[in-house]
Every structure is written in C-alpha cells, then in structure tokens.
C-alpha cells in the first residue's frame, strides 16, 4: 500500500470492470447459465437483475466474484493509467464487495503489482454504517473523485467540484448516464476528466 500524501488529491476507484475486468466474467457466466448475450459493460446490477432475476444474480456472485476474481484479466490500459494517477493522488479502491470478497480483489491486485499504488482498500461494508455508499465514504475521505462503472454508485448528491466519473470500457452507443455524471469509455477519457 502506499503512503498517503495530504498535498495531493485523492480519488476511489471502484474495483469490479475498472480495474478488473470481472464484468467480462459476468457476461460469460450470463451466457452459459441463461443463455443471454450480455456485454460487459452492461453488466450493472439493476438491469442484469431485471433480465436474469434475483435468484440468478444470488448464485452468480459469489461465483464471479469469489475466487474466480483471480482468473478475471486487467481491465484495458489499467495499470499504466493507475501509475499516472498515483504520482499525483492518492488513490483508494472504493468497493461494495463484503469483507472476504474485498480480501479476493487485493490478492489480484497484488498479483498484478497495483496494490501498492492504493493507500487503502475501501469495502461500504466495512464502515459499521448501515447502508453506506462508495459516494458516502469518498467524501468522509476527502476524495475529490469517484471512477465506478455501474451508474447507481454515482447517482448521490456531492459537494461542488466532485467528479463522478462512469466508466464504460469497451462501449460504443449511446450510455445514459445519471445528470453530473462524466462519461469515460476508457482510461484515456478517465484521465482526460480527471486533469
């Protein structure tokens, strides 16, 4: 983990389909278990319930986002843009994934060498606060920025000049995105939003 560094900005960066492409995990698991072509970067989980059903998605977490998170790939440009971002932030994986499930990401980020240009890694449900968001604890953080790329983690209200940043690797149509949300189809666009 790295030293955080209070003259910098700091920023979370969610795990699932921005760092690691569990999101691809996710789509493969949907075709082979209900016969559905499902991109990856419609892998949210409002609509994917809504397609496949809430008993569906039960039993396909702790599948894709278990142990199977260790096979899962670097999300596309990930790690250089990472290394950029870390000389000028501080910078914190935000997650929603319980503590054992948060356990499994920083395994994989350490396998891929990222871990330590994290300061912490955040879980919503580790901070003792019923019903906390990724949104709640980057401003209880100081963060001036959140990269997520399910739209429902970026839908709260923030303090002026934060940016919430929705990325949707690989995708090409049209994205609705929720009002003072930026639009990221990759990590170039990240750190275009984020100078």
């Not at 795990?15 to 569990?22: I, L, R, S």
């Not at 959140?146 to 690989?170: Q, S, T």
């Amino acid at each position: 983990m790295s030293i955080l560094n209070r003259n910098l900005p700091s920023y979370g960066i969610d795990f699932d389909g921005v760092v690691c492409a569990t999101d691809e995990l996710a789509s493969k698991w949907v075709k082979t278990e209900c016969g559905l072509d499902v991109p990856s970067y419609e892998i949210d989980r409002e609509p994917l319930i809504a397609l496949i059903g809430q008993e569906r998605y039960d039993r396909m977490c702790p599948e894709v986002y278990g142990e199977l998170t260790l096979d899962a790939e670097l999300i596309h440009w990930a790690a250089g843009s990472l290394l950029t971002l870390s000389h000028d932030a501080n910078l914190y994986v935000v997650t929603t994934r319980p503590p054992e499930r948060k356990q499994i990401a920083g395994q994989w980020l350490a396998d891929y060498d990222l871990l330590d240009l994290f300061v912490d890694l955040l879980g919503t449900q580790d901070t003792g606060i019923q019903d906390d968001t990724k949104l709640g604890i980057c401003q209880r953080y100081g963060m001036s920025a959140m990269v997520d790329n399910d739209p429902r983690h970026l839908r709260a209200e923030v303090p002026d000049g934060f940016k919430k940043i929705l990325l949707k690797e690989g995708s090409t149509g049209k994205i609705e995105i929720p009002e003072g949300v930026i639009l990221a189809r990759n990590w170039d666009d990240v750190l275009d939003a984020l100078e």
